[in-house]
Protein backbone atom coordinates (compact mmCIF):
# COMPACT_ATOMS: atom_id res chain seq x y z
CA UNK A 1 0.00 0.00 0.00
CA UNK A 2 2.93 2.25 0.27
CA UNK A 3 1.98 3.96 -3.59
CA UNK A 4 -0.08 7.57 -3.40
CA UNK A 5 -2.27 6.01 -5.94
CA UNK A 6 -4.03 4.22 -3.33
CA UNK A 7 -3.98 6.81 -1.08
CA UNK A 8 -7.80 7.06 0.65
CA UNK A 9 -6.72 10.84 0.91
CA UNK A 10 -6.53 11.66 -2.21
CA UNK A 11 -8.34 15.01 -3.32
CA UNK A 12 -9.99 13.47 -6.69
CA UNK A 13 -11.34 10.94 -4.85
CA UNK A 14 -10.75 7.11 -2.53
CA UNK A 15 -11.45 5.13 -5.49
CA UNK A 16 -9.67 7.18 -8.50
CA UNK A 17 -8.94 4.69 -10.94
CA UNK A 18 -10.02 1.73 -9.30
CA UNK A 19 -11.68 -0.88 -11.72
CA UNK A 20 -14.99 -2.66 -10.22
CA UNK A 21 -17.23 -4.97 -10.41
CA UNK A 22 -20.58 -4.82 -8.87
CA UNK A 23 -22.87 -8.41 -9.04
CA UNK A 24 -26.44 -7.77 -7.58
CA UNK A 25 -26.32 -4.13 -9.46
CA UNK A 26 -29.54 -3.85 -10.27
CA UNK A 27 -30.90 -4.67 -7.12
CA UNK A 28 -31.81 -1.72 -4.32
CA UNK A 29 -28.66 -2.06 -2.46
CA UNK A 30 -26.83 -3.34 -5.33
CA UNK A 31 -27.46 -0.01 -6.86
CA UNK A 32 -26.35 2.15 -3.89
CA UNK A 33 -22.63 0.61 -4.20
CA UNK A 34 -22.58 1.07 -8.03
CA UNK A 35 -23.73 5.39 -7.06
CA UNK A 36 -20.96 4.88 -3.94
CA UNK A 37 -17.95 3.70 -5.86
CA UNK A 38 -18.73 6.17 -8.60
CA UNK A 39 -19.04 9.22 -5.91
CA UNK A 40 -15.46 8.36 -5.13
CA UNK A 41 -14.12 8.22 -8.25
CA UNK A 42 -14.03 4.37 -9.81
CA UNK A 43 -12.92 4.91 -13.54
CA UNK A 44 -15.41 2.02 -14.14
CA UNK A 45 -17.90 0.08 -12.61
CA UNK A 46 -19.22 -3.03 -14.47
CA UNK A 47 -22.77 -3.42 -12.64
CA UNK A 48 -23.85 -7.12 -13.15
CA UNK A 49 -26.71 -9.24 -12.60
CA UNK A 50 -27.89 -12.25 -13.68
CA UNK A 51 -31.05 -11.29 -16.56
CA UNK A 52 -29.96 -9.84 -19.43
CA UNK A 53 -33.30 -8.11 -19.56
CA UNK A 54 -32.68 -6.18 -16.44
CA UNK A 55 -32.25 -2.14 -16.81
CA UNK A 56 -28.86 -1.74 -16.84
CA UNK A 57 -29.14 1.21 -19.30
CA UNK A 58 -31.48 3.24 -16.51
CA UNK A 59 -29.01 2.48 -14.17
CA UNK A 60 -25.83 3.85 -15.83
CA UNK A 61 -27.63 7.15 -17.54
CA UNK A 62 -28.39 7.97 -14.04
CA UNK A 63 -25.32 7.36 -12.61
CA UNK A 64 -23.47 9.05 -15.17
CA UNK A 65 -25.61 12.31 -15.14
CA UNK A 66 -24.10 12.63 -11.58
CA UNK A 67 -20.46 11.20 -12.03
CA UNK A 68 -19.86 11.57 -15.62
CA UNK A 69 -16.57 10.28 -15.79
CA UNK A 70 -17.35 6.99 -14.24
CA UNK A 71 -18.13 4.40 -16.96
CA UNK A 72 -20.89 2.02 -16.16
CA UNK A 73 -20.90 -1.00 -18.32
CA UNK A 74 -24.01 -3.00 -17.47
CA UNK A 75 -22.91 -6.60 -17.66
CA UNK A 76 -25.20 -9.41 -17.71
CA UNK A 77 -23.99 -13.46 -16.68
CA UNK A 78 -24.77 -16.34 -14.60
CA UNK A 79 -22.97 -15.33 -11.24
CA UNK A 80 -22.82 -18.68 -10.31
CA UNK A 81 -21.00 -19.76 -13.49
CA UNK A 82 -17.75 -20.50 -13.32
CA UNK A 83 -17.31 -19.91 -17.01
CA UNK A 84 -19.19 -16.89 -16.77
CA UNK A 85 -17.39 -15.68 -13.96
CA UNK A 86 -13.99 -16.58 -15.53
CA UNK A 87 -15.20 -14.54 -18.85
CA UNK A 88 -16.15 -11.67 -16.85
CA UNK A 89 -12.43 -11.41 -15.30
CA UNK A 90 -11.33 -11.79 -19.16
CA UNK A 91 -13.18 -9.36 -20.22
CA UNK A 92 -12.33 -6.56 -17.26
CA UNK A 93 -8.55 -7.17 -17.86
CA UNK A 94 -8.44 -6.73 -21.76
CA UNK A 95 -10.62 -3.95 -21.61
CA UNK A 96 -8.56 -1.97 -18.29
CA UNK A 97 -5.80 -4.21 -17.58
CA UNK A 98 -6.92 -3.90 -13.98
CA UNK A 99 -9.36 -5.04 -11.35
CA UNK A 100 -9.30 -3.85 -8.23
CA UNK A 101 -12.45 -4.32 -6.14
CA UNK A 102 -15.28 -6.91 -6.39
CA UNK A 103 -18.46 -6.81 -5.00
CA UNK A 104 -20.53 -9.79 -4.88
CA UNK A 105 -24.31 -8.92 -3.58
CA UNK A 106 -26.37 -11.51 -4.50
CA UNK A 107 -29.13 -13.39 -2.43
CA UNK A 108 -32.16 -15.77 -2.31
CA UNK A 109 -34.39 -15.83 0.14
CA UNK A 110 -35.92 -19.12 -0.15
CA UNK A 111 -39.02 -20.61 1.45
CA UNK A 112 -39.81 -19.31 4.78
CA UNK A 113 -40.26 -22.84 6.83
CA UNK A 114 -38.72 -25.79 6.65
CA UNK A 115 -42.05 -27.57 5.86
CA UNK A 116 -42.17 -25.84 2.99
CA UNK A 117 -38.03 -26.46 2.37
CA UNK A 118 -37.04 -29.35 -0.31
CA UNK A 119 -33.52 -30.51 -1.54
CA UNK A 120 -33.41 -28.37 -4.34
CA UNK A 121 -34.54 -25.01 -2.20
CA UNK A 122 -31.22 -25.86 -0.53
CA UNK A 123 -29.43 -26.78 -3.15
CA UNK A 124 -30.71 -23.21 -5.06
CA UNK A 125 -30.15 -21.20 -1.77
CA UNK A 126 -26.39 -21.99 -1.43
CA UNK A 127 -25.86 -21.64 -5.15
CA UNK A 128 -27.45 -17.89 -4.89
CA UNK A 129 -26.00 -17.27 -1.62
CA UNK A 130 -22.15 -18.76 -1.55
CA UNK A 131 -21.12 -19.68 -4.75
CA UNK A 132 -20.76 -15.84 -6.32
CA UNK A 133 -18.61 -15.50 -3.71
CA UNK A 134 -16.49 -18.75 -3.71
CA UNK A 135 -15.91 -17.81 -7.13
CA UNK A 136 -14.91 -14.44 -6.42
CA UNK A 137 -12.22 -15.43 -3.81
CA UNK A 138 -10.95 -18.17 -6.48
CA UNK A 139 -10.56 -15.92 -9.45
CA UNK A 140 -11.00 -12.64 -8.70
CA UNK A 141 -7.32 -12.34 -6.84
CA UNK A 142 -4.76 -12.90 -9.82
CA UNK A 143 -6.36 -10.51 -11.47
CA UNK A 144 -6.50 -7.95 -9.00
CA UNK A 145 -2.41 -8.90 -8.25
CA UNK A 146 -1.72 -7.51 -11.73
CA UNK A 147 -0.20 -4.18 -12.09
CA UNK A 148 -0.29 -1.47 -15.03
CA UNK A 149 0.71 1.78 -16.45
CA UNK A 150 -2.09 4.88 -16.40
CA UNK A 151 -4.34 4.21 -19.25
CA UNK A 152 -5.77 6.93 -21.79
CA UNK A 153 -9.79 7.03 -19.94
CA UNK A 154 -11.46 9.27 -17.57
CA UNK A 155 -10.60 8.94 -13.88
CA UNK A 156 -7.77 6.95 -15.03
CA UNK A 157 -4.42 6.34 -12.40
CA UNK A 158 -1.44 3.65 -12.66
CA UNK A 159 -1.72 0.70 -10.43
CA UNK A 160 2.06 0.06 -9.03
CA UNK A 161 1.22 -2.31 -6.65
CA UNK A 162 -0.97 -5.42 -6.03
CA UNK A 163 -4.32 -4.38 -4.32
CA UNK A 164 -7.62 -6.21 -4.27
CA UNK A 165 -11.00 -6.08 -2.29
CA UNK A 166 -13.52 -8.54 -2.10
CA UNK A 167 -16.79 -7.28 -0.82
CA UNK A 168 -19.37 -10.15 -0.05
CA UNK A 169 -22.76 -8.76 1.09
CA UNK A 170 -24.65 -11.21 2.98
CA UNK A 171 -27.56 -11.19 5.88
CA UNK A 172 -26.84 -11.71 9.71
CA UNK A 173 -28.47 -14.72 9.11
CA UNK A 174 -25.22 -15.70 8.67
CA UNK A 175 -24.51 -15.12 11.84
CA UNK A 176 -27.67 -16.42 13.89
CA UNK A 177 -30.59 -17.97 13.10
CA UNK A 178 -34.31 -17.06 13.34
CA UNK A 179 -34.06 -15.03 9.72
CA UNK A 180 -36.66 -15.74 7.26
CA UNK A 181 -35.65 -19.71 6.61
CA UNK A 182 -33.64 -22.61 7.49
CA UNK A 183 -32.29 -22.39 4.05
CA UNK A 184 -31.11 -18.80 4.04
CA UNK A 185 -29.76 -19.15 7.16
CA UNK A 186 -27.93 -21.87 6.08
CA UNK A 187 -26.50 -20.49 3.20
CA UNK A 188 -25.78 -17.42 4.48
CA UNK A 189 -23.30 -18.90 6.98
CA UNK A 190 -21.25 -20.40 4.18
CA UNK A 191 -21.34 -17.32 2.51
CA UNK A 192 -19.55 -15.75 5.80
CA UNK A 193 -17.61 -19.32 5.45
CA UNK A 194 -15.89 -18.26 2.31
CA UNK A 195 -14.63 -14.59 3.90
CA UNK A 196 -13.08 -16.23 7.06
CA UNK A 197 -11.80 -18.95 4.87
CA UNK A 198 -10.17 -16.53 2.62
CA UNK A 199 -7.80 -15.03 4.70
CA UNK A 200 -5.42 -17.60 4.67
CA UNK A 201 -6.13 -17.87 0.99
CA UNK A 202 -5.23 -14.62 0.20
CA UNK A 203 -1.66 -14.40 2.36
CA UNK A 204 0.50 -12.69 0.29
CA UNK A 205 -1.73 -11.41 -2.60
CA UNK A 206 -2.41 -7.62 -1.36
CA UNK A 207 -6.01 -8.74 -1.88
CA UNK A 208 -8.69 -8.54 1.17
CA UNK A 209 -11.95 -9.99 1.71
CA UNK A 210 -14.59 -9.04 3.82
CA UNK A 211 -18.54 -9.46 4.54
CA UNK A 212 -21.29 -6.86 5.06
CA UNK A 213 -23.78 -8.54 6.88
CA UNK A 214 -27.11 -6.48 6.83
CA UNK A 215 -30.23 -6.67 9.13
CA UNK A 216 -33.72 -5.39 8.43
CA UNK A 217 -33.43 -2.92 4.57
CA UNK A 218 -35.88 -1.51 3.55
CA UNK A 219 -35.88 -2.69 -0.32
CA UNK A 220 -38.68 -1.62 -1.04
CA UNK A 221 -40.63 -4.73 -0.68
CA UNK A 222 -44.04 -4.65 0.99
CA UNK A 223 -45.56 -7.82 2.25
CA UNK A 224 -49.31 -6.50 1.28
CA UNK A 225 -48.18 -6.28 -2.71
CA UNK A 226 -45.72 -9.17 -2.91
CA UNK A 227 -46.92 -12.92 -3.33
CA UNK A 228 -45.14 -15.77 -1.54
CA UNK A 229 -43.11 -16.95 -4.26
CA UNK A 230 -41.95 -13.72 -5.55
CA UNK A 231 -40.38 -13.06 -1.94
CA UNK A 232 -38.79 -15.64 -1.78
CA UNK A 233 -36.94 -14.72 -4.91
CA UNK A 234 -35.16 -11.64 -2.87
CA UNK A 235 -32.04 -10.67 -1.13
CA UNK A 236 -33.19 -9.64 1.97
CA UNK A 237 -36.08 -10.17 4.34
CA UNK A 238 -38.89 -7.34 3.63
CA UNK A 239 -38.51 -4.71 6.49
CA UNK A 240 -42.02 -5.09 6.92
CA UNK A 241 -41.86 -8.07 8.45
CA UNK A 242 -41.20 -5.79 11.43
CA UNK A 243 -43.65 -2.98 12.20
CA UNK A 244 -42.39 0.29 13.14
CA UNK A 245 -43.06 -0.07 16.83
CA UNK A 246 -41.49 -3.78 16.64
CA UNK A 247 -38.62 -2.00 15.36
CA UNK A 248 -38.05 0.78 17.29
CA UNK A 249 -38.39 -1.99 20.26
CA UNK A 250 -35.90 -4.64 18.75
CA UNK A 251 -33.34 -1.78 16.73
CA UNK A 252 -31.20 -0.01 18.55
CA UNK A 253 -31.45 3.06 16.15
CA UNK A 254 -35.34 2.38 15.96
CA UNK A 255 -35.70 1.69 12.19
CA UNK A 256 -35.04 -0.23 9.22
CA UNK A 257 -31.60 0.28 7.23
CA UNK A 258 -31.75 2.01 4.10
CA UNK A 259 -29.85 0.65 0.77
CA UNK A 260 -27.57 3.69 0.48
CA UNK A 261 -25.99 2.56 4.15
CA UNK A 262 -24.84 -0.77 3.18
CA UNK A 263 -22.94 1.18 0.04
CA UNK A 264 -21.38 3.79 2.38
CA UNK A 265 -19.35 0.43 4.22
CA UNK A 266 -19.23 -1.19 0.96
CA UNK A 267 -17.13 2.01 -0.36
CA UNK A 268 -15.46 2.11 3.33
CA UNK A 269 -14.21 -1.80 3.23
CA UNK A 270 -13.23 -0.96 -0.94
CA UNK A 271 -10.73 2.01 -0.23
CA UNK A 272 -7.99 2.32 1.54
CA UNK A 273 -9.10 3.64 4.96
CA UNK A 274 -9.92 -0.34 5.52
CA UNK A 275 -6.13 -1.58 4.78
CA UNK A 276 -5.70 -3.36 7.27
CA UNK A 277 -9.06 -4.84 7.62
CA UNK A 278 -9.64 -8.65 6.34
CA UNK A 279 -11.36 -11.64 7.14
CA UNK A 280 -14.02 -8.95 8.91
CA UNK A 281 -17.98 -9.14 9.52
CA UNK A 282 -19.31 -5.53 9.85
CA UNK A 283 -22.63 -5.86 10.55
CA UNK A 284 -24.95 -3.16 9.33
CA UNK A 285 -27.90 -3.84 11.67
CA UNK A 286 -28.92 -0.78 13.33
CA UNK A 287 -27.57 -2.67 16.70
CA UNK A 288 -30.39 -5.34 16.52
CA UNK A 289 -28.10 -8.32 16.83
CA UNK A 290 -26.72 -6.72 20.34
CA UNK A 291 -30.24 -6.15 21.58
CA UNK A 292 -32.16 -9.53 20.98
CA UNK A 293 -33.10 -11.10 23.13
CA UNK A 294 -33.98 -7.07 24.65
CA UNK A 295 -34.50 -7.46 28.33
CA UNK A 296 -36.61 -4.98 30.21
CA UNK A 297 -35.51 -4.71 33.75
CA UNK A 298 -38.88 -5.05 35.78
Not at 181 to 210: D, Q, Y
Not at 256 to 265: D, F, S
Request: aromatic fraction near 8%; proline fraction near 7%; hydrophobic fraction near 40%.
Amino acid sequence: MDSEHFSPYRPDGKLYGFVCVVTGATQPVGKAIVTELAAHGAACIYACSTHPDEPYADLASTVNVAYPNTKVIGYPYKTTSEEDTLALIDDVLNSWGRLDVWTSSTGLLGPPSITSTGPKDLYAAFEANSMPAFFALKYAPAAMEKTTKKGSYANAAPKDVPYGSIIIVSSVAGTYGGCWGPAFTMSSHAALGVVRSGVAVLKGTGVRINAITAGQIDVGVDLKGAKMKEMEQGQFPPSTLQSQEAQKRVIGLERAGRPEEVGRVAGFLASGFSSYITGAELRVDGGASVMNPLTVPV
